[in-house]
């Protein structure tokens, strides 16, 4: 298969997995997490229960969308020490790397926001996936920096990048025109970088 049909096919792939997200989020947010169904879904989003589950397996992940990934050609350089050698630059690199390759639906935040406000319960297993995130990038850090590094520490460092994500979030929702999510999050890591400077 030609390189460009595969991307063809990818392309067609990533929006139908956001207009299953954004059917998703809307159900939610109209009926309630328990007041709609799966069927329901394949309905509005015009495909088969079959198809839809090839997608998705189940409502969460329809809601929340896929857990991030990051590239695996900037995670290997990410571990081999670079790109720059310096831990938080280049955690910050790898993770714009992630908000390049997924799509991380900016313009569905604002209605995100609300679904979530509404369901506390989406809450804690947006928590949950975010600790098994959390965990693996610890895992990275101590394999690039060495045990001796400290997974506490490491884990301090993943928790004070993801709280900067949330702020470049919180950025993009209020204002959906303004820069990229990459840019509002390196953004907020030189104003941290220089508040705690």
């Given at each position: 298969?030609?390189?460009?049909?595969i991307?063809?096919?990818?392309?067609?792939?990533?929006?139908?997995?956001?207009?299953?997200?954004?059917?998703?989020?809307?159900?939610?947010?109209?009926?309630?997490?328990?007041?709609?169904?799966?069927?329901?879904?394949?309905?509005?989003?015009?495909?088969?229960?079959?198809?839809?589950?090839?997608?998705?397996p189940?409502?969460?992940?329809?809601?929340?969308?896929?857990?991030?990934?990051?590239?695996?050609?900037?995670?290997?350089?990410?571990?081999?020490?670079?790109?720059?050698?310096?831990?938080?630059?280049?955690?910050?690199?790898?993770?714009?790397?992630?908000?390049?390759?997924?799509?991380?639906?900016?313009?569905?935040?604002?209605?995100?926001?609300?679904?979530?406000?509404?369901?506390?319960?989406?809450?804690?297993?947006?928590?949950?996936?975010?600790?098994?995130?959390?965990?693996?990038?610890?895992?990275?850090?101590?394999?690039?920096?060495?045990?001796?590094?400290?997974?506490?520490?490491?884990?301090?460092?993943?928790?004070?990048?993801?709280?900067?994500?949330?702020?470049?979030t919180?950025?993009?929702?209020?204002?959906?025109?303004?820069?990229?999510?990459?840019?509002?999050?390196?953004?907020?890591?030189?104003?941290?970088?220089?508040?705690?400077?």
């Open positions: 298969m030609s390189e460009s049909a991307s063809l096919r990818e392309a067609k792939k990533a929006q139908t997995l956001r207009r299953i997200r954004q059917q998703a989020l809307e159900l939610t947010r109209d009926r309630g997490l328990e007041g709609w169904t799966m069927d329901d879904l394949a309905e509005l989003v015009e495909v088969s229960r079959r198809t839809l589950f090839n997608y998705v189940g409502k969460i992940d329809a809601i929340l969308g896929e857990p991030p990934a990051f590239p695996d050609d900037a995670l290997a350089v990410f571990r081999a020490g670079g790109p720059t050698g310096r831990l938080v630059d280049d955690m910050t690199v790898l993770a714009v790397a992630m908000f390049e390759r997924d799509d991380f639906g900016a313009d569905l935040l604002p209605l995100a926001k609300q679904v979530f406000a509404a369901t506390p319960r989406l809450i804690l297993i947006a928590h949950e996936r975010f600790e098994v995130v959390a965990a693996e990038m610890v895992g990275h850090i101590l394999e690039r920096e060495g045990e001796s590094y400290g997974s506490d520490r490491a884990l301090l460092a993943v928790r004070v990048l993801a709280a900067l994500f949330d702020v470049a919180y950025a993009l929702a209020a204002d959906p025109d303004g820069p990229p999510l990459a840019e509002r999050f390196e953004e907020a890591v030189d104003q941290a970088r220089a508040l705690l400077t």
